[in-house]
């Protein structure tokens, strides 16, 4: 399967823990985004990259949220000190630079008790 | 807040027949996307129009683009249950922003 690919597909964790989350873009793409659902909305804008730099990040995005791509690849988004609120799917998309269709993973769905 | 809004946020039709949605953004786009996304899945791409076309068809979808109206509308001809989903649009160079979508029912 050459599509996105997010790890792990579902997380529970309590309260004050930290978790991390791992997406695997389509390789041939440099851009890479992540998002993030809950229930009935659409795909809210967490942060982007071109290659391994973050480009944008939504400043509805908390400091307790950081995204990497180190080597322009895989990247990682780590959630610190989890709260109830951080529940929902995280989703991540990549993006070849001139077409712009985003390919989207099946997403990580986390629970936070 | 949101680029782009889904209308009308639900819809129910019976298979066969055509539906319409459509999309309001707010700010100029190079191009504008739509794409479906099934019950607890990820989304998936339908099609994109740039903002010098006016309308754009493939297979049983055709989208149009009013960039003077800020709008842009999805219609999905000749409907299967399959076609069951949420639709939302997404608009470039800011394609980062979704609205919340049009769910869409169709009953067989």
């Known amino acids: 399967d050459t599509g996105v690919s997010q790890n792990p597909r579902h997380k529970i964790t309590k309260r004050g823990q930290n978790v991390t989350f791992r997406c695997d873009p389509i390789?041939?793409?440099?851009?890479l985004y992540w998002y993030r659902q809950t229930l009935g909305q659409g795909p809210e804008f967490l942060t982007y990259?071109?290659?391994?730099?973050?480009?944008?990040k939504s400043r509805l995005l908390s400091d307790r949220f950081s995204a990497e791509r180190p080597k322009g690849s895989f990247s990682t988004l780590e959630i610190q000190r989890t709260e109830q609120g951080d529940s929902a799917m995280y989703l991540c998309?990549?993006?070849?630079?001139?077409?712009?269709?985003?390919?989207f993973g099946p997403g990580t769905r986390l629970t936070v008790l | 807040s949101q680029q782009g809004e889904e209308d009308p946020q639900a819809l129910s039709i019976q298979e066969g027949e055509n539906a319409t949605m459509n999309c309001s953004y707010k700010t100029s786009i190079n191009n504008l996307q739509w794409y479906r996304q099934n019950s607890g899945r990820g989304l998936v791409h339908l099609i994109l129009i740039r903002s010098n076309e006016r309308e754009k068809h493939s297979g049983r979808l055709r989208v149009t683009l009013d960039t003077s109206k800020k709008s842009s509308s999805l219609l999905i001809t000749a409907s299967r249950a399959a076609d069951t989903a949420s639709y939302f649009c997404?608009?470039?160079?800011?394609?980062?922003?979704f609205g919340t979508g049009t769910s869409l029912t169709v009953i067989p």
């Open positions: 997404a608009t470039a160079p800011t394609q980062f922003y």
């Open positions: 990259f071109q290659n391994e730099a973050q480009l944008e």
């Open positions: 998309a990549s993006s070849s630079e001139l077409q712009g269709e985003q390919f």
């Open positions: 390789s041939e793409h440099n851009r």
